[in-house]
């Protein structure tokens, strides 16, 4: 919480900061923000208690806002874009303008509460009656549909493509992006620029493993994997990435 609140609040009141770039950091700590301080605090609540429990209307709530995290995605495949205009076009990057950068911001947004009212709609109609016990530390949807006594063939196809269709987008927009970006630094004639596109570079590929965790925490149910290495992909994605992406 201090390392994404730090990003956020020197981004605000550091005037020369109010590039692109930086508003999309900004708003990506905004959702790391966000998507720490849903799971983390109730984790610390069963640690200090010793009482693994929680309120179905809580873990609704927690697990559509846990569901928002595909925003991550779509705003490193912005980052990404962003990236590759600048340093391969950048006669284009300084005409792109504010409103641009923020309709892109708002399809980020807007995908991810769409597919989050997707997967709550199909959830409130399903019996959650089989057991009380979730075998994960936090609602997650897949464990949450194996606890149901009537059919899920919906629910997990839908969250089967919407995961997929959510990922693979995105990566193919940032393994894009870098390609170019690569590409570019041969042509950049200073040593000054070369440097600046480099470490550009460098900062978002220490950024792309954690979108990997997701991809591979999203796009496979907890049948293909064991539960003990979905809890261990979530929790570096949750907890220790959301930690260290401040950091970087």
Known sequence: MVGNLSVITLILLSSQLYTHIYFLLSNLSFIHLCHSTIITPKILVNFLTNKNVILYPECMTQLIF????????????????????????????????????????????????????????????????????????FCDLFPLLELSSSKVYINEFLALFLSALSSLTPTLTILTSYIFIVASIPYIKSTEGKFKTF??????????????????????????????????????????????????
Request: charged share 10%.
């Open 66 to 137: 846990s569901l928002f995290a595909i925003e991550e995605c779509h705003m490193l495949a912005v980052m990404a874009y962003d990236c590759h205009v600048a340093n391969c076009t950048p006669l284009r990057y300084v005409r792109m303008s504010h409103h641009l950068c923020l309709g892109l911001i708002v399809v980020v947004y807007t995908l991810g509460f769409i597919r989050s009212s997707i997967h709550r709609s199909l959830m409130l109609k399903i019996l959650l009656c089989k057991t009380k016990v979730i075998t994960h530390y």
């Open 199 to 248: 470490s550009t570079f460098s900062s978002h590929t220490l950024l792309f493993p954690s979108y990997l965790v997701q991809l591979h925490s999203c796009i496979q149910p907890s049948s293909v994997n064991s539960m003990n290495q979905e809890k261990l992909s979530f929790v570096l994605y949750t907890t220790v990435l959301c930690m260290l992406n401040p950091m970087i």
